[in-house]
């Protein structure tokens, strides 16, 4: 079974780990010399850690963005979620934008609804044409895996 599994360019998840990586140092670098000197407590610096935590949050998450369609279904990390999508839910891909003026995704069509897959970011109509053939990938992905699934009751 063919496996389909894509991510952003290294270099722009590394891009964006270093832009986190250099707002935390923005936030710590200036608050070390009033900790290291006695005149704040370590309470003190309680929101810088949880800037700082935040932002590693986010690097992490950078770092993770991807999809990948195989014979148990689709999984795919989004920046806020990580979503197991199984074979027998999935009914299709689309692309397009939530709303009239919103920016385009691959969108999964499950039974229950649809979702983006928004690993790429959103596209305007300018680069449409790498969104439709992500999806048009994904369709003979599914295709393929239907086809080598048995019939149930047979």
Known sequence: MEVISKSPPLWARITGVLFCIGVS?????PNTQD???GRASAVAFAPVAAIVMLLMACAYRMMRLS?????SGLVIRNYLSTR???LAQITGFGVGGRFLL????VRVITSS???PISVYGGEHD?????????ADELDDWLEA???RQPVDGT
Do not use: E, H, M
């Not at 140092?25 to 670098?29: D, L």
């Open 145 to 147: 895996a239907r086809a």
């Open 113 to 115: 609804g649809t979702f």
């Open 84 to 86: 197991l999508v199984p």
């Open 126 to 134: 300018l680069f449409l044409d790498r969104l439709l053939d992500i």
């Open 25 to 29: 140092a923005v936030f710590v670098v």
């Open 102 to 105: 919103s920016p385009n995704f």
């Open 67 to 71: 999809f990948r369609a195989d014979a």
């Open 35 to 37: 900790y290291s000197s």
